[in-house]
């Protein structure tokens, strides 16, 4: 599986940006994609996620503010992340990995993309 990941860049706290993350090669048909985002010196930490079917899960930290979303004919997600804050700034890791596989933890299923950097600034 290769992803594609894109969309990040520099925002002022408040403002909006749209991440996009495509997927090719992939083999199982029930899926999940999502993000996580890491910081400087901080672990990888889940961000959002959908399943093929639809379902979506958030962390607390960004529910209300972050939409996921997928197109699932072009197997793409975007996130949609508004009322950006300057701790949201990191380097956010697209994923995908078989729907069974539960959200929120890294799993050894994953299939990650190359990070794409985001910077709130204040």
């Known amino acids: 599986v290769q992803l594609q990941a894109s969309g990040g860049g520099l925002v002022q706290a408040g403002g909006s940006l749209r991440l996009s993350c495509a997927a090719s090669g992939r083999t199982f048909s029930s899926y999940a994609m999502g993000w996580f985002r890491q910081a400087p010196e901080k672990p990888r930490e889940f961000v959002a996620a959908v399943r ?43 994923y995908t990995r078989p729907s069974w596989v539960r959200d929120g933890v890294r799993s050894s299923l994953d299939a990650w993309g190359q990070g794409t950097q985001v910077t709130v600034s204040s």
């Open 52 to 94: 093929s079917g639809g379902t979506t899960t958030y962390a607390d930290s960004v529910k209300g503010r972050f939409t996921i979303s997928s197109a699932n004919a072009k197997n793409t997600v975007y996130l949609q992340m508004n009322s950006l804050k300057p701790e949201d700034s990191a380097v956010y890791y697209c």
